[in-house]
């Protein structure tokens, strides 16, 4: 009986001593500006007998980064001035806006909004988000590279396939390839 009652008089004091520590305070996530300039989605479209490559700039975006990690964000892709960087130029970004493809006239931006990271190492992590394309809402997850992260700048890459016809482009399939090469550069500052 002695020693239930020292274990419990025990616990008692532990719990009374660090009722009464000082909280740790959880620093918020500081939030960094995209710099638009330097951020860019690259593309690499692809056929039974070639590819095309390309970019989307970015019009805005701001990611949150708490102790030197990324914890969240969200982006606006400019798709009516997407680029094509072939030979196929003008022509091939002529039939990318229409309707066939990204139908820029009704939709000429698409969000990407992250909802989770989860990083795997110090300089890698699994981003989970929905991109908004088309008016159409999807899941899109994949692995980036945290390349730098300070108090000041921060710079990402990431690369992975996506399946545009999840977005309605279904123009060609079976001649193009559902799967499209997505590389994406961010850089953003606080």
């Given at each position: 009986?002695?020693?239930?009652?020292?274990?419990?008089?025990?616990?008692?004091?532990?719990?009374?001593?660090?009722s009464f520590a000082p909280a740790t305070t959880v620093k918020p996530a500081d939030a960094y500006t995209v710099d638009v300039k330097n951020s860019k989605v690259e593309f690499v479209g692809?056929?039974?007998?070639?590819y095309h490559p390309g970019?989307?700039?970015?019009?805005?975006?701001?990611?949150?980064?708490a102790a030197g990690k990324l914890t969240g964000g969200q982006f606006v892709i400019d798709l009516a001035n997407l680029k094509v960087t072939d030979g196929a130029g003008e022509r091939l970004e002529g039939h990318l806006k229409a309707k066939?493809?990204?139908d820029v006239i009704n939709f000429g931006t698409a969000t990407y909004q992250i909802t989770g990271v989860k990083y795997t190492g110090d300089k890698t992590a699994d981003i989970e988000g929905k991109l908004t394309l088309r008016g159409v809402t999807a899941p899109v997850k994949f692995a980036a590279v945290i390349r730098g992260a300070d108090d000041k700048k921060f710079f990402a890459t990431?690369?992975?396939?996506?399946?545009?016809t999840l977005f309605g482009m279904s123009y060609g399939v079976g001649k193009?390839?559902?799967?499209?090469?997505?590389?994406v550069y961010l850089f953003a500052t606080k």
């Open positions: 009986m002695k020693k239930l009652f020292l274990a419990l008089a025990a616990i008692v004091v532990a719990a009374g001593i660090y692809s056929k039974t007998d070639g970019y989307f700039s970015l019009k805005s975006g701001e990611i949150s980064v066939d493809f990204f990431a690369s992975f396939n996506l399946d545009r193009v390839s559902s799967d499209v090469q997505i590389n």
